[in-house]
């Protein structure tokens, strides 16, 4: 996907398969002064058609210069792999946990979008080494309080055989459905949705096989309920939600982070925001990110 000024990619290999990461690196970042070694920031990207590393791409670059930063393209999404296989919650735990043991060496802070900002939860619970804190946009689990995602209209019809298929190659992978589901869904203004964008999710929704980890989404195979599990997160963390996110509003944010409050140190609610602030208001995401990282580390 698209590979900021400053920034190369690279890979390694998990137990599912060969992830792609982007990282800061090259003259641009670097300065004649002795210095420590830097502190690392995961950016995670979350799940839906299209997904990509490039869903942080607008607000990993502002950290280039103080920070090491690393951004992947999950198992599934974007340049890396795409094995043809029914996705679990286990596979992207197993597989997050991997990447960062293999590209850190201490403790990091990670920044993570919506689903998968809950299963980074997750992540953080079982192994709270890893993690010196978490800034999450839309932490959600998509099953939460005892909702059932995987009985909506939608997960059941994309269940059916050979009509998951159809949708996905006619309705969700073409330009058409990846610009009106960020129009219509993903943001909360439409004016906000520009051509680089669309791009940007079209090409990493057309990869070959890119419709496996996609349509395990969509079904409802990842999803899970984060409020049996949030209580027992100990890493310092930030919330950003955005108050139009139209899969799971701000009430149930409020309501995960009122389980743990002694974790969960901040909850700010974005007015007139969807699901995705680091792409539909990126600037005021990264002075979030840059209010809440000193504040977590008190």
Avoid at 5 to 25: C, D, P
Avoid at 267 to 286: M, R, S, Y
Wanted: proline residues 5%.
């Amino acid at each position: 996907m698209l590979q900021p000024l400053g920034f190369e990619q690279r890979g390694l290999n998990t137990s599912l398969g060969k992830i792609v990461y982007y990282t800061n690196a090259g003259l641009l970042w670097q300065d004649d002064t002795a210095k420590p070694e830097r502190e690392t920031l995961v950016f995670l990207h979350g799940f839906g058609g299209g997904s990509s590393a490039y869903e942080w791409s607008k607000v990993y670059p502002a950290f280039a210069a103080e920070y090491r930063v690393i951004a992947p393209d999950l198992i599934g999404w974007g340049n890396s792999e795409h094995p043809a296989r029914s996705y679990k919650i286990e596979d992207y735990l197993t597989t997050i946990r991997e990447f960062i043991n293999q590209t850190c060496t201490g403790p990091v802070t990670a920044i993570a979008s919506s689903l998968t900002a809950a299963l980074t939860i997750r992540v953080a619970i079982a192994n709270p080494n890893l993690f010196k804190s978490l800034i999450l946009t839309t932490p959600a689990g998509l099953s939460d309080f005892g909702e059932d995602y995987s009985r909506s209209f939608f997960a059941q019809l994309v269940s059916v055989p050979l009509v998951d298929r159809l949708l996905y190659s006619t309705g969700i992978a073409t330009e058409g459905g990846i610009r009106s589901f960020l129009e219509q869904r993903q943001f909360a203004q439409s004016n906000r949705v520009y051509q680089e964008i669309v791009d940007a999710y079209l090409k990493s929704a057309q990869q070959p096989n890119a419709e496996y980890a996609a349509l395990s989404f969509v079904r409802g195979d990842l999803c899970f309920d984060l409020s049996l599990y949030i209580q027992q997160l100990t890493t310092p963390t930030a919330i950003i939600w955005g108050q139009k996110s139209q899969f799971t509003g701000p009430e149930v944010g409020r309501r995960l982070a009122e389980l743990n409050p002694q974790a969960i140190q901040f909850f700010q609610q974005l007015e007139d925001v969807g699901l995705t602030p680091q792409l539909e208001l990126p600037a005021v995401t990264i002075g979030l990110i840059r209010k809440f990282l000193p504040l977590l580390q008190q």
